[in-house]
């Protein structure tokens, strides 16, 4: 087989990423006809159909995806070339892409955007939020260039071949309604009706209740800090909250208490080996890491 053409290879990724040629072909701002054009003779290079056609649009055969996966690692490290050499040779900002859990997006990223954008005004940098299996999977794909997320007891797993960087610790606090009696440990909640979040969070709680000898009723579930501390307002159940959910957001009716065996969590950075030396990539890793402080 020839070496594959990596435009032909680039445009294949667009439509497996969108679903269909004719959003590709607008995304591209390409015509229908060229793109099947192009992948046409993709597919007679690699001699095997490499997208599935249907009435709804199309997905990638068994070749497809395997190529799909490179092609990821191509955009990932032309973004990221395209970005040092905007550096380099015009003088500009660059583009970041920037995937943050709810709380640090509502605390961490304002401050560190805010700095940015006075220091650095031609740093153009684009957030979309997430939890950190999308957004470590963001990364892994190039569609993000640097993702903050979280571990309880060290850096998050499934992170490949991401590289971490600790941003900061915080302490996990049990949240309670703001006339409960004082609680001096987890043991004594064991009666309780707890509220979970997301699936990081509830196994964290889980294993701590269990660590105090109990395993806890959990009768709510909902990643949302502003829901959790309402319910819990509402005497509908207990929580515990990551420092920064409560720094985010305090409802009225709540009160938080930092218990011994609640652990702390770990919040970090992750992105691609390399691309903390490009930059604008650089400069918004060390915003947050100052921000942090």
Not at 31 to 59: C, D, F, I, K
Not at 82 to 96: K, T
Not at 157 to 174: F, K, T
Not at 251 to 261: Q, T, Y
Request: aromatic share 4%; proline share 7%; charged share 20%.
């Amino acid at each position: 087989m020839d070496v594959l053409d990596p435009r032909r290879v680039l445009i294949f990724r667009a439509v497996a990423r969108a679903g269909s040629i004719s959003a590709a072909a607008r995304d591209l701002g390409w015509t229908q006809p060229a793109v099947s054009q192009h992948l046409a003779r993709l597919e007679r290079e690699v001699g095997g159909p490499l997208l599935l056609r249907g009435p709804s649009g199309v997905r990638p055969t068994e070749a497809g995806t395997a190529l799909l996966r490179r092609a990821d690692v191509i955009a990932a490290e032309l973004h990221a070339a395209g970005e040092e050499l905007a550096d380099l040779a015009q003088l500009r900002g660059g583009r970041v892409r920037l995937v943050a859990f709810p709380s640090a997006a509502a605390t961490l990223v304002p401050t560190a955007l805010g700095d940015l954008a006075r220091e650095r005004p031609g740093l153009e940098v684009g957030l979309e939020e997430a939890e950190p299996p999308e957004a470590m999977a963001a990364v892994l794909a190039g569609d993000a260039d640097l993702a903050l997320v979280f571990g309880y007891d060290g850096p998050p797993e499934g992170r490949g071949v991401l590289e971490w960087r600790p941003v900061l610790e915080e302490p996990v606090h049990l949240v309670l309604p703001a006339g409960d009696r004082a609680v001096a440990g987890l043991a004594e909640l064991s009666d309780a009706e707890w509220i979970g979040g997301c699936v990081r969070c509830r196994a964290h709680l889980v294993a701590c209740c269990e660590a105090a000898g109990f395993e806890p009723a959990i009768r709510h579930v909902t990643d949302d800090y502003v829901v959790v501390q309402n319910l819990v307002a509402a005497g509908l159940g207990v929580s515990v909250l990551p420092a920064s959910a409560l720094e985010a957001h305090r409802a009225p009716g709540v009160r938080s208490v930092e218990l011994p065996g609640l652990g702390r969590r770990r919040v970090g950075l992750v992105f691609r080996p390399g691309a903390d030396g490009v930059p604008a990539t650089a400069a918004v890793a060390a915003a947050l890491a100052a921000a942090a402080r």
